[in-house]
């Protein structure tokens, strides 16, 4: 029996850039019952950026988010893999981007992701982010449900009020507020080149709960931990094109003790993957869903701080797997040098904003 994502997708590596025009059968099924382990929403989402220097401003001066990791690609070593995310670096607020120096812009269509939504905390932040936006020169679309904008190299995200119990995932800067913050991913948009099978795999195999979205639905994976989902809004004419600009995968969170029950459930279902793909900071299984989008399922365990590195030392040097040590010299003339964010803080703002969102945010 054909798997539900017809023939090979080429996914085995995290930089790599399968084609969007794979063969996908008209009329697929699942094999197997559902995986009964639930997956705890968005993971991380990996982009692509044209200019890392720019980019690193963008996330963490404008936005506030925090540099929690400049390490590599580990298929292409000379590339920059970043990571912005929240205080502690922890899953659900993980926005990564490999640097292609100078990439022409890329274009959303069939098989790709096109927003990223992420949650506030309230329309009060709704209103400080229009203003703060659009006091950088960033054009912004602004109601009482949502603001949305585009970084500088096009990339489309909204801000959304959040309506769940989830922990809210806060990186502090002290010109943002904790409780006016972004608090982690709330879901993505998408294209889909053959929908029905794209919503056939999310809810058959990998346990997505139908819900409202406006006049449509979007496809939420809640797990114990928290949620995050995925809509499908109808495709342009124009094929897609990656490029600076736009998203390469989507990563939903599991678990190490999960995770080999989803590289199971994915080969009994004969589709196309990587199989188990050691990060080093987790472990990943990466496949391509029907409708062309790249997913990767990856591990909460063991995070940034697996080598020692502290929490406090997040984002201020370049991190490398264990196999890259040996030519980190090689590796790092060919990177972009790239400040500590952070380095002309004010003295004691780190402190005194962690402490703050402590109190304001943690619930019971």
């Not at 029996?1 to 995290?14: D, S």
């Not at 502090?172 to 080149?193: K, M």
């Not at 409202?212 to 989902?229: A, I, K, N, Q, T």
């Not at 496949?287 to 030392?313: C, H, K, M, N, W």
């Amino acid at each position: 029996m054909m798997g539900l994502c017809g023939n090979a997708c080429g996914v085995a590596c995290e930089g790599s850039n399968p084609s969007l025009s794979a063969e996908v059968p008209q009329e697929a099924s699942i094999v197997v019952a559902m995986n009964p382990a639930k997956l705890d929403g968005l993971h991380h989402i990996t982009s692509i950026t044209g200019d890392a220097p720019g980019n690193v401003d963008f996330y963490t001066r404008v936005l506030g988010l925090r540099l929690i990791a400049k390490t590599v690609n580990q298929d292409d070593p000379g590339v920059y893999h970043l990571f912005f995310g929240d205080e502690h670096a922890r899953p659900g607020l993980d926005f990564t981007f490999f640097e292609y120096k100078h990439a022409s812009p890329g274009t959303p269509g069939a098989g790709m992701v096109h927003r990223v939504v992420w949650r506030v905390g309230s329309q009060e932040a709704l209103q400080f982010w229009d203003t703060r936006l659009r006091a950088e020169g960033v054009p912004t679309q602004t109601n009482g449900e949502s603001c949305l904008f585009s970084d500088p190299e096009g990339l489309s995200h909204e801000l959304v009020v959040d309506q769940t119990d989830d922990q809210p995932l806060v990186a502090f800067h002290p010109e943002i507020p904790s409780e006016l913050a972004i608090q982690g991913f709330e879901g993505v948009r998408a294209y889909s080149a053959y929908e029905p099978q794209s919503v056939m795999l999310l809810e058959q195999l990998m346990g997505a709960e139908a819900k409202p979205d406006g006049e449509g639905v979007r496809y939420e994976l809640r797990g114990e931990r928290r949620g995050g989902w995925i809509a499908f809004d109808p495709p342009p004419a124009q094929p897609g094109r990656q490029g600076a600009g736009s998203v390469h995968h989507i990563a939903w969170a599991t678990s190490d003790a999960d995770l080999q029950g989803w590289i199971d459930l994915v080969q009994t279902n004969r589709i196309p993957s990587s199989g188990e793909v050691d990060r080093h900071y987790f472990r990943s299984l990466y496949f391509r869903e029907p409708g062309g989008i790249l997913y990767e399922l990856a591990t909460v365990e063991p995070g940034f701080v697996v080598d020692g590195l502290s929490v406090e030392e997040l984002g201020t040097k370049v991190i490398l797997p264990p196999q890259f040590e040996s030519v980190r010299e090689l590796i790092e003339a060919k990177l972009t040098p790239l400040p500590d964010p952070r380095a002309d803080w004010p003295d004691g703002a780190h402190a005194g904003t962690l402490e703050e969102g402590r109190l304001r945010l943690e619930r019971p």
